[in-house]
């Protein structure tokens, strides 16, 4: 990067300018689009309980949380994002929205019972710090839900002019890397699970080992638990 370049700086400006256009997506990507099977896909594997939404937008993904009982604390590196997110608050005392970046959170050391971070670890500097900073605020044995841009998602030509040495704000990875980050950092794999195109039917990927499913993926979900 070069020395004029600030990360931080650029990714809070872009994310602002594009508040009103994730505004208009977010309730029909979580209702009935790609992000339609986060909320089932937590219950599953997180009790009740505190917990953290590390890249929350607009917040609609918090709001649905804090509807199945979670009491939540969403974050996001926009001041445009969290202030939409704070309109959703109301009377719901189990919902709160912060600013703040996915490399230093504000928050205390193992404050929440688990986390949920879907495809805005891609959106940090240093992917490595902004995961060591996820499990710092867990509690040990806390579950963190992550969701990551798969190969066959749109959204991945945010990181393309990276290949002319032009800066860009996405860090995208495959499947198989964040799991392996993972790994390395003090962190088990629980479950994982796609989210695919429509033309991708179950029948069709239903015999293939998971590297090949993780291939046709829009979206790859993780379940990893802090050792």
């Not at 400006?13 to 790609?34: A, F, I, L, P, V």
């Not at 800066?167 to 989210?195: H, S």
């Amino acid at each position: 990067m070069s020395e004029t370049f600030n990360w931080h700086k650029e990714a809070e400006r872009q994310w602002d300018s594009r508040s009103d256009m994730w505004g208009e997506k977010s309730r029909t990507m979580w209702e009935e689009g790609s992000r339609k099977s986060i909320v089932p896909f937590v219950k599953k594997y997180m009790p009740a309980g505190t917990i953290a939404d590390l890249g929350c937008g607009d917040g609609y993904g918090s709001y649905l949380l804090s509807k199945e009982g979670y009491d939540v604390t969403g974050v996001d590196l926009s001041k445009d994002m969290v202030n939409k997110a704070n309109q959703r608050v109301n009377d719901h005392s189990q919902l709160r929205f912060v600013q703040g970046d996915l490399a230093d959170l504000p928050f205390e050391d193992e404050q929440f019972d688990g986390g949920m971070a879907v495809n805005s670890l891609e959106w940090t500097e240093v992917p490595a710090a902004g995961l060591e900073e996820m499990k710092r605020v867990l509690k040990p044995g806390g579950r963190l839900c992550i969701g990551l841009l798969g190969p066959t998602a749109m959204p991945r030509v945010n990181s393309y002019r990276r290949l002319y040495g032009e800066e860009v704000i996405c860090n995208t990875m495959m499947p198989w890397e964040l799991q392996q980050l993972a790994v390395e950092n003090g962190w088990e794999v629980i479950d994982g699970e796609g989210v695919y195109k429509r033309g991708v039917e179950p029948h069709l990927i239903a015999d293939l080992d998971e590297d090949l499913k993780q291939a046709l993926t829009f979206m790859w979900l993780f379940i990893l638990e802090k050792k």
